[in-house]
């Protein structure tokens, strides 16, 4: 086959991607954009929680009582996460019995001001926009086989990106002539063709890892992982904070005996397992409710898992990754729903001007 041939195939495939999957394309880009920095976003989406009136810290306590005290019955307290620059404290608290039987369970978040103790704002973990971006993102709020619908789609974007490149490469002369702004007499086609080239590559790595999580079965027997036939296993309900024997100050004042530094994040005792569990820095204190040692010092496990997968997930949403890669997973997002727009608009007009090109023909053949 022809350069021109393989060209002229390449270009049906990539206008064809584009048009039919533009519509689903746009929403997950554009969401996936809005969640790499989840803080900022929900800032903009939730500003009561985060009018907070100084960086003042009470005892932990106060922080725990104050959120009690607006939790339902039978809500019972399960992490307490300390503020990050101006923002809140975070209470997080569990209902027996509550939850669905797959995905994470549902918990009642607290918000308050940390000079104050005060109540900014309550809310539970599965409401709000953050919540609604996830699930339009994972599966375009598509029960059941949303999430393979987004991998699937990956997959076509994976296409998109190698005949997008293929397309871009110049038929004569160096490659750098690809480079130049003006290759068309139209602002929308330049910047398709340049945005395109720019984005092509994080592009290509985003559906690559989005694929990835969405069909993990199938990539973790590509490195070696034990592969999961069969629907997935129902999620065991979360253990149930216990009642301590200690308060949450004598916690963490055992865990910081021994790892100096800022207390980040603390979980209640739950289950057979009655241990606090309070975050120092880069280490998790284990502290035994009941004799008040020191049980273990262990480093968190990493976001999103660890191995492969965890490092896919990582790659995918930017956590831990710095503020460069982050651009550009923003940039990857909010470029292709642009790249979409403006192939509809390229094809419309190629179609205008063909219909009008072929009805000038036919009025010359009959006149």
């Known amino acids: ?23 689903l394309i746009i929403p997950i880009c554009l969401t996936g954009s809005a969640l790499v920095w989840k803080g900022a976003t929900d800032r903009i989406a939730n500003p009561a929680r985060y009018a907070t009136s ?32 101006n923002g809140p404290v975070v209470v997080a608290a569990t209902q027996a019995g509550k939850g669905p039987p797959r995905g994470r369970p549902v918990r009642m978040m607290v918000y308050l001001d940390p000079p104050t103790a005060k109540v ?17 993102h994972g599966s375009l709020m598509v029960p059941g086989v949303g ?12 296409v998109s990106a190698f005949t997008g490149i293929w397309l871009w490469w110049p038929m004569v002369g160096r490659w ?29 790595v985003l559906s690559l890892t989005g694929a990835w999580i969405s069909f ?55 289950g057979d397992d009655a241990r606090w569990t309070v975050t120092i820095g ?5 502290v035994d409710d009941a004799s008040g040692e020191v049980a273990t010092i262990s480093t968190p496990r990493p976001r999103g898992g660890s191995g ?12 831990g990754t710095g503020p460069v890669w982050q651009t550009i997973i923003f940039l990857g997002g909010l470029l292709p729903a642009g790249l979409a727009i403006t192939g509809v608009i390229m094809w419309w007009r190629a179609r205008t001007w063909r219909g009008r090109l072929a009805a000038r023909k036919k009025g010359a053949a009959t006149a």
């Open 1 to 23: 086959m022809s350069k021109q041939a393989w060209r002229r195939t390449w270009f049906q495939v990539h206008k064809w991607i584009g048009l039919i999957l533009a519509i």
């Open 120 to 136: 900014l704002d309550q809310a539970a973990s599965n409401e709000g926009v953050l919540r609604v971006f996830h699930v339009l």
């Open 308 to 319: 492969v997968a965890g490092w896919m997930r990582r790659i995918h949403d930017g956590n």
């Open 282 to 286: 880069t280490k998790e204190v284990a």
């Open 147 to 158: 999430r393979k619908i987004v991998g699937w789609l990956g997959v076509a974007m994976m």
């Open 54 to 85: 100084g960086a003042t810290m009470l005892p932990a306590e106060r922080y725990a009582e104050a959120a009690q005290a607006v939790l339902a019955p039978g809500e019972r307290i399960n992490s307490l996460t300390m503020p990050e620059g």
């Open 176 to 204: 750098s002539k690809g480079l130049r702004w003006r290759r068309h007499a139209n602002l929308d086609t330049n910047l398709h063709h340049m945005a395109g080239f720019w984005i092509s590559l994080p592009l290509f």
């Open 216 to 270: 993990p079965a199938f990539f973790g027997a590509l490195t070696g992982a034990e592969p999961r036939s069969g629907p997935p296993p129902r999620r065991a309900p979360p253990p149930q904070p216990t009642d301590p024997q200690r308060s949450l100050d004598q916690a963490i004042a055992i865990a910081g005996a021994r790892v100096p530094g800022d207390v980040r994040e603390v979980r209640w005792p739950a």
